[in-house]
């Protein structure tokens, strides 16, 4: 009797971003299970395999791993998608198929939480985490809490993934997330991005 080989298939879908120079690759499966992780440049990606591996494509500027999600940004005036698209997905096919841990330095930072817990900070994480973050996590993108100040009331808010440096962010900003921030959580009165 024959042995037969089977094949680990997988099958990953793309899907645009609103940012055009971040793509959205969907493996089918959880990505990042302890929350999101995103290397903005080459040497952050040293602690991930993943990362690494899709730095080493020409024209990748970012990658950005969700839940269930690996959002890469390409350099703006780098090679096209249709240019990048299968080398990339090759990397996450091979990656996804090796069994290799996502992030093999246990130190890596996954939110850049200040620990700042009075009460309106906290309503302000609340706010962020239960209604915010899931609507910009579906873009291939998060939002996380930088720092409040009271005396201004301006909450300042870190973009990551494929909301960082997207054009249609700042708008984001004010039209919706500043909104919502004053609608429940009247001690902020201003929302700004920090860079």
């Known amino acids: 009797m024959a042995a037969r080989a089977h094949l680990n298939l997988m099958f990953i879908q793309t899907e645009a971003t609103p940012n055009p120079n971040v793509l959205k690759f969907l493996p089918g499966r959880v990505v990042s299970a302890d929350g999101p992780l995103d ?13 690494r ?31 990048m698209k299968a080398p990339v997905l090759a990397a996450v096919m091979d990656h996804f198929t090796s069994g290799a841990p996502l992030v093999t330095d246990t130190g890596a930072e996954v939110e850049g939480e200040t620990g700042e817990d009075d009460e309106i900070v906290a309503e302000i994480k609340a706010l962020l985490d239960s209604r915010i973050r899931p609507a910009v996590a ?12 009271a005396e201004t009331g301006v909450l300042y808010l870190r973009m990551r993934g494929a909301c960082a440096g997207c054009p249609s962010s700042s ?8 909104q919502m921030m004053r609608h429940y959580v009247p001690e902020v009165e201003r929302v700004e991005q920090v860079i």
């Open 39 to 51: 290397f903005p440049t080459k040497a952050e990606a040293e602690v991930s395999p993943l990362a």
């Open 53 to 83: 591996a899709l730095f080493a494509v020409d024209g990748v500027a970012g990658v950005f791993f969700g839940a269930e999600a690996v959002s890469v940004t390409r350099e703006a005036e780098g090679p096209s998608w249709s240019e």
């Open 138 to 149: 579906q873009d291939g993108g998060d939002i996380l809490f930088d720092r409040f100040e």
């Open 171 to 178: 708008a984001t900003l004010k039209a919706g997330v500043e």
